[in-house]
Nanobody, 115 residues
Framework: QVQLVESGGGLVQPGGSLRLSCAAS????????MAWYRQVAGKERELVAL???????NYASSVKGRFSISRDNGQNTVYLQMNSLKPEDTAVYYC?????????WGKGTLVTVSS
């Protein structure tokens, strides 16, 4: 079992920045592909960014150039640095990883971008 706990959400003005954190349990964190998803009420959950064990990254086109995903294997933590935030980035952000048999999610953290 892997437990994921997100933090760092909140209210921010358009153009502002936030950094989300996701702390993961388990001793095999460095072998996990870690991802951030987001979901708006009434819409499907969408992939925002992912990072492989080797540090390769991939981003949704809507956030490329504004968001950055990183990981600290010593702290079992993955981060999402969000800059130049827009109102359309408002969503609940979820941390995710998968094993062969399971798909693990955190409870999410709410990000609201509004003036």
């Amino acid at each position: 079992q892997v437990q994921l706990v997100e933090s760092g959400g909140g209210l921010v003005q358009p153009g502002g920045s936030l950094r989300l954190s996701c702390a993961a349990s388990g001793s095999a964190f460095r072998t996990y592909v870690m991802a951030w998803y987001r979901q708006v009420a009434g819409k499907e959950r969408e992939l925002v960014a992912l990072i492989t064990p080797g540090g390769s990254t991939n981003y949704a086109s809507s956030v490329k150039g504004r968001f950055s995903i990183s990981r600290d294997n010593g702290q079992n933590t993955v981060y999402l640095q969000m800059n130049s935030l827009k109102p359309e980035d408002t969503a609940v952000y979820y941390c995710n990883t998968k094993s062969v048999v399971n798909n693990y999610w955190g409870k999410g953290t709410l990000v609201t971008v509004s003036s």
